[in-house]
T-cell receptor
Framework: GENVEQHPSTLSVQEGDSAVIKCTYSDSASNYFPWYKQELGKGPQLIIDIRSNVGEKKDQRIAVTLNKTAKHFSLHITETQPEDSAVYFCAASKGGSYIPTFGRGTSLIVHP | ETGVTQSPTHLIKTRGQQVTLRCSSQSGHNTVSWYQQALGQGPQFIFQYYREEENGRGNFPPRFSGLQFPNYSSELNVNALELDDSALYLC?????????????FGEGSRLTVL
C-alpha cells in the first residue's frame, strides 16, 4: 500500500517568515495530493490540493509543488501569520475512490 | 448547508466494552469515510461507505464495523475495546462523483479506553 512520509514534525517560525513542509510518497500510481489543516479541537480541513498533471499550484499565500519523478511534494506558506498555527497533513491517493493515505503531520507554530 | 456532525464528542469506556459512534454527513454527500487519529499521528483509514455498501477498508480488525443508512448518515461500532483503541475518531463525507476528492471532516469523537 501507499506510504507517506512527512517532515518536519514540528516547525517554529516568526510571523512574516516562510514555512515549508515536505512529503514523499511510495506508490507511483498516486495522482491526487491534498493538504489538510487541523486546528486544535477541530477536524482536518482541505487547504489546497494538486493533481499529478501539474507541477505547481498557488492560492494566495500558499503553494504546493509536485515532483512526480522523485515522488515528493511540498507545501509553501509565505508571510506566515499567527492564525496559520495548526497541524498540517499531506496525503496521497489514487483516482476513483480518493481514499487518501495521510502523513504523520507537521505542527506549525508562528510566533508573533 | 449543514456540515458533518459527530456524536458523542467525548466518551470513556473500559476494556472489553463496545462503543457506537455516529456521523451525519454533509447535505448532498453520499459517501462516508471513518478515520482513527491517535495522539500525534495522522488519520488512519478504517473504512468507507458508498450508498450503504462498504467501499473500501483499511488495516483494521473485524471488531471495527460500520453501517450507512438510507439518509447517508453512518455509524462506527467497535467491539471488545482495547486500550490502543483510545483515539480521535473522525468521520468525513464526500460526494463520490465529484472530481475534487475533497473530504469534509467532522470534529471527531474522542474515545478513551481505560
Amino acid at each position: 500500500g501507499e506510504n507517506v512520509e512527512q517532515h518536519p514534525s514540528t516547525l517554529s517560525v516568526q510571523e512574516g517568515d516562510s514555512a515549508v513542509i515536505k512529503c514523499t510518497y511510495s506508490d507511483s500510481a498516486s495522482n491526487y495530493f491534498p493538504w489538510y489543516k487541523q486546528e486544535l479541537g477541530k477536524g482536518p480541513q482541505l487547504i489546497i490540493d494538486i493533481r499529478s498533471n501539474v507541477g505547481e499550484k498557488k492560492d494566495q499565500r500558499i503553494a504546493v509543488t509536485l515532483n512526480k519523478t522523485a515522488k515528493h511534494f511540498s507545501l509553501h506558506i509565505t508571510e506566515t501569520q499567527p492564525e496559520d498555527s495548526a497541524v498540517y497533513f499531506c496525503a496521497a491517493s489514487k483516482g476513483g475512490s480518493y481514499i487518501p493515505t495521510f502523513g504523520r503531520g507537521t505542527s506549525l507554530i508562528v510566533h508573533p | 448547508e449543514t456540515g458533518v456532525t459527530q456524536s458523542p464528542t467525548h466518551l470513556i469506556k473500559t476494556r472489553g466494552q463496545q462503543v457506537t459512534l455516529r456521523c451525519s454527513s454533509q447535505s448532498g454527500h453520499n459517501t462516508v469515510s471513518w478515520y482513527q487519529q491517535a495522539l500525534g499521528q495522522g488519520p488512519q483509514f478504517i473504512f468507507q461507505y458508498y450508498r450503504e455498501e462498504e467501499n473500501g477498508r483499511g488495516n483494521f480488525p473485524p471488531r471495527f464495523s460500520g453501517l450507512q443508512f438510507p439518509n447517508y448518515s453512518s455509524e462506527l461500532n467497535v467491539n471488545a475495546l482495547e486500550l490502543d483503541d483510545s483515539a480521535l475518531y473522525l468521520c468525513a463525507s464526500s460526494l463520490s462523483r465529484q472530481n475534487t476528492g475533497e473530504l469534509f471532516f467532522g470534529e471527531g469523537s474522542r474515545l478513551t479506553v481505560l
